[in-house]
């Protein structure tokens, strides 16, 4: 059984930071791509960014770009998303994801999402 943990989420204040971190089981977690996704209320979910099997590859969402950082440790099974000089406008649920495949593009499809965790910017 496939489980995605998220943790990290809370309140920040715009400007402040936030590191989330995703830990994965019930998968061989090297294979695997990982993603971040955020939610905001009334909106579609939406990509932010995600990492290669081996970490060497990330892609970001232009709207974080500069400003977050997604990192991986294989050893751990464990991802992570470094949140920078936030925004009100990055307040979402965030979830972790997991794919086979690895595409530095967009996504919109994973196979195995987390629950999500709540994060909260305010101005």
């Known amino acids: 059984q496939v489980q995605l943990v998220e943790s990290g989420g809370g309140l920040a204040q715009a400007g402040g930071s936030l590191r989330l971190s995703c830990a994965a089981s019930g998968l061989p977690f090297s294979w695997y791509a990982m993603g971040w996704f955020r939610q905001a209320p009334g909106k579609e979910r939406e990509f932010v960014a995600t990492i290669s099997q081996s970490g060497d590859i990330t892609y970001y969402a232009d709207s974080v770009k500069g400003r977050f950082t997604i990192s991986r440790d294989n050893s751990k099974s464990t991802v992570a998303l470094q949140m920078n000089s936030l925004k009100p406008e990055d307040t979402a649920v965030y979830y972790c994801?997991?794919?086979?495949?690895?595409?530095?593009?967009?996504?919109?499809?994973?196979?195995?999402w987390g629950q999500g965790t709540q994060v909260t910017v305010s101005s």
């Open positions: 994801a997991a794919d086979r495949s690895f595409t530095p593009t967009v996504r919109t499809t994973m196979t195995y």
